[in-house]
């Protein structure tokens, strides 16, 4: 008969359980969640076996929310409630949307971040976004059979810092831990590079449903390090779409169309532009709302034709990365493609042309993105080391502020590796000045008016000299997601003020709490429930890795009283991990980290000499 | 409390020799090595506290490098680890054979761009590029061998002017692709 294993006391029965983390695809157009099952990056599938969520979303008077196929099959008969491409809204002030402003919403102008009125009240981007992250986190719970230690969600790589934010704030409002957000270029090239063991330099060109981007990498030993990126955050399939719905109007002679028929020839538009990925022609019909019957052929050559600058645009895109990078076309080793709209011919036809070299194709340009997210997830989730392979990354655009003139001085230039933090020195321009007004911007341009304004705040408390004598201090801090926190400081005084960067709208935690329970108000107790356990997870990892982290190095690096004073914060968890008291778990969550600080250092500083001993010095010069 | 190696200078910290010539692939080579323990990857699923750790150490690791990478920045940097201020702000007077070179690369820069002349922009950045490699050997033998400081500072502040002139060209070719 076979023996029952007890575990030791003080070792957590199972210290390698698998953590169960997700990739998020959140596209345009649609949208996918992956994990790593078995070892295998998989997409997981919904109850009828479809891998891809069309990222659209639709609002029924009593409330009711469908997301979908379910809300694609209403869009035509509900445009105003059936929000699709809220990709392109994300972080995005009315003003930014230009072109697309013809489509069939009521968009309500807001300090920062547009908003769409909707049967069910005015909505934000992020909450629409939510709807499809809430969606997959529920696929991937059926899907996996328990809670999500956390999720990769992935971004492109050209997004800004309030589209960035915007994205995080919409998974924390799906009930989400975020483990990181992930350019997809480069989620594209660990899903390639892993499968196919490849070194050397590669572009990854990206053409999703509403978003362009393109990233150079090196991969070497395991390394992936991102050179340069480029791209356009307002470029993608719609666009092509777009191209053959002007196309429509103009032959048929159409103008002022209602809502209702726009959505139905950009639906047929989509649809024709898709055919013809695979045939020479095809032809277009749709009946509108009055009668008038559209009944056109268009031939690829037309519509190659029409949509010629939009590929050139990309190609601009792809040179800009190139010389960012001090490379040429001849120096890329392979080229990926990824989103759906690399599908088109004449895409393909001018990548190819441009690098010389017949571009890759083998993994499913819809689902490359989220199988590589997921393979990041399942790294940063812990369940297994890393060592193997690194990834550095960059921001895509140069952060800084606004200075005398409407200028903008450059902090932290565009392509550099993050976390990435830099400081530069300003001064007063008055005598007597007490205050300074700090204003953080992102873009290329030179001009304050031409970059993207992300916050606006004042540092107070200057004491009063002679112009040009304060010395404030401004501190950029990047972080891994490429999110920024400025920090400014009067020298003399050491006056500090300090902000994570919030675009104008930037949602507070407060905000995103009440948010997650007015949605649901009728599932209270479940929520209450749902935080109890998250933070009992959250306990026993912590748990479990300062034991392990004690196992390893606690006699090494500390002395007895130290590692005392570690059990006792780990025995008071201990006490209350088990509890209905989410908020004592929380106290003791924070007082078990704040007697680990020291420890904490301590290994980091281990780790780094380590890293550096296998060297000997004749050999570096 | 920062530990105290967090205070060490970018060469010992990357375990290099304090000197403008470095072996560029062991820098790569330790930079990759320090980043594989502490960039935030690998602490994604620990406590806070190693996470802010990470993230502190990395920015610092990846400042370094940036710093030691980039010619001009080395220099500047080891000039101020040896307590010599390159007077870039202050010092704006340049030989006079200097000045008529930059101002002749402008006027080249200019009529490239007028001309939309992809071919001119490409042998004004060669003939650029050959004058900050001649600046640089000279750094190299003032830094290291002479340790003639005010020489270094004189050439770390033409090496300004060049690096800047070489952001304009590289953006010219971005506003003449458009």
């Known amino acids: 008969m076979a023996l029952l294993q007890i575990s030791e006391p003080g070792l957590s029965a199972a210290p390698h359980q698998h953590r169960l983390a997700v990739g998020i695809d959140l596209g345009t157009t649609n949208s996918l969640v992956a994990t790593v099952r078995n070892g295998v990056s998989t997409v997981l599938n919904d109850i009828h076996g479809a891998a891809l969520l069309p990222s659209v979303v639709h609002y029924a008077a009593d409330g009711s929310v469908q997301v979908g196929e379910e809300a694609q099959a209403v869009q035509s008969q509900d445009p105003h409630n059936t929000i699709v491409s809220v990709k392109r809204f994300m972080g995005r002030g009315l003003k930014d949307v230009g072109e697309i402003s013809n489509l069939p919403y009521r968009l309500v102008d807001a300090p920062g971040m547009l908003q769409l009125r909707t049967v069910a009240g005015v909505k934000s981007p992020v909450e629409v976004s939510a709807e499809i992250l809430k969606v997959l986190r529920e696929r991937a719970e059926l899907s996996l059979g328990g809670e999500l230690v956390g999720a990769v969600i992935t971004v492109p790589a050209y997004f800004d810092d309030a589209q960035r934010q915007a994205t995080k704030d919409a998974a924390r409002l799906a009930g989400l831990n975020v483990l990181r957000l992930l350019n997809e270029p480069t989620a594209a090239a660990i899903a390639y590079g892993l499968d196919n063991a490849s070194e050397g330099v590669y572009a990854v060109y990206d053409l999703g449903g509403g978003t362009f981007d393109v990233s150079i990498l090196k991969l070497s030993r395991g390394v992936f390090e991102v050179l340069s990126t480029n791209g356009d955050s307002a470029l993608g399939g719609d666009d092509f779409d777009h191209r053959v719905y002007c196309w429509l109007l103009e032959k048929n002679k159409l103008s002022a169309l209602s809502a209702q028929d726009t959505r139905t020839l950009l639906t047929h538009a989509r649809a024709g532009k898709e055919q013809l990925s695979e045939h020479s022609e095809t032809k277009i019909t749709a009946v509108l709302s009055g009668g008038e019957l559209i009944d056109n052929v268009l031939t690829r050559a037309e519509f190659h034709e029409m949509s010629q600058n939009l590929v050139h645009r990309t190609l601009q895109a792809l040179r800009r990365a190139l010389r960012d990078a001090r490379l040429t076309a001849q120096d890329i080793k392979g080229v990926v493609m990824v989103g759906g709209a690399t599908r088109m011919p004449h895409i393909q036809q001018a990548i190819g042309d441009f690098f010389g070299q017949t571009p890759l194709t083998n993994l499913d340009p819809d689902k490359v993105v989220a199988l590589g997210a997921a393979i990041q997830a399942n790294v940063l989730a812990g369940n297994r080391s890393s060592d193997d392979w690194l990834l550095l990354d960059v921001i895509p655009l140069s952060l800084g502020i606004e200075t005398m003139g409407g200028l903008v001085e450059k902090i932290i230039p565009r392509n550099s590796t993050i976390p990435s933090a830099r400081a530069q020195e300003f001064t007063t321009y008055k005598d007597g000045q007490t205050a300074m007004s700090i204003h953080v911007l992102q873009g290329e341009r030179e001009l304050v008016s031409d970059c993207r304004s992300l916050a606006k705040f004042e540092l107070r408390g200057i004491p009063p000299m002679v112009a040009g004598s304060a010395r404030i201090r401004v501190t950029f801090q990047v972080d891994a997601d490429g999110l920024l926190s400025v920090t400014a400081r009067e020298m003399s005084k050491g006056v500090e003020s300090h902000i994570t960067v919030k675009p104008s709208y930037g949602l507070s935690d407060e905000e995103i709490t009440r948010m997650l329970q007015e949605s649901t108000q009728h599932a209270r107790d479940d929520m209450v429930a749902r935080a109890l356990r998250e933070q009992q997870t959250e306990a026993a990892q912590l748990l479990e890795a300062v034991d392990n982290a004690l196992q390893q190095d606690g006699d090494d690096l500390l002395d007895a009283a130290a590692q005392a004073r570690i059990r006792t914060s780990m025995d008071a968890l201990r006490t209350v991990i088990a509890g209905s008291d989410h908020q004592a778990i929380k106290r003791a969550v924070e007082a078990l980290n704040q007697s680990t600080t020291e420890f904490a250092q301590k290994r980091m500083d281990k780790s780094v000499r380590s890293a550096l001993a296998g060297h000997k010095l004749s050999e570096l010069e | ?178």
Request: aromatic share 8%.
């Open chain 2, 1 to 178: 409390m920062m530990p105290a190696n967090f205070q060490q200078d970018f060469f010992s910290l990357f375990n290099l020799p304090r000197r403008f010539q470095i072996d560029g692939i062991a820098l790569e080579q330790a930079y990759r090595d320090l980043q594989a323990q502490v960039h935030p990857d690998k602490f994604a699923h620990l406590p806070e506290a190693d996470r802010r750790l990470s993230m502190q150490w990395t920015t610092r690791v990846n400042e370094a490098f940036q710093t030691l990478r980039s010619p001009l920045n080395r220099a500047r940097y080891l000039l101020t680890l040896h307590g010599v201020d390159t007077q870039e702000e202050s010092n704006t007077s340049m030989p006079v054979e200097f000045l008529m070179q930059q101002m002749e690369w402008r006027e080249a820069l200019e009529e490239a761009l007028q001309a939309k002349d992809m071919g001119a922009l490409e042998t004004l950045e060669q003939r650029m590029q050959h004058e900050t490699r001649n600046l640089q050997q000279q750094l190299a033998a003032d830094l290291d061998d002479t340790l003639d400081f005010a020489a270094a500072s004189g050439i770390v502040r033409k090496l300004k002017f060049l690096e800047k002139l070489a952001e304009e060209i590289h953006a010219a070719y971005d506003e003449i692709d458009n």
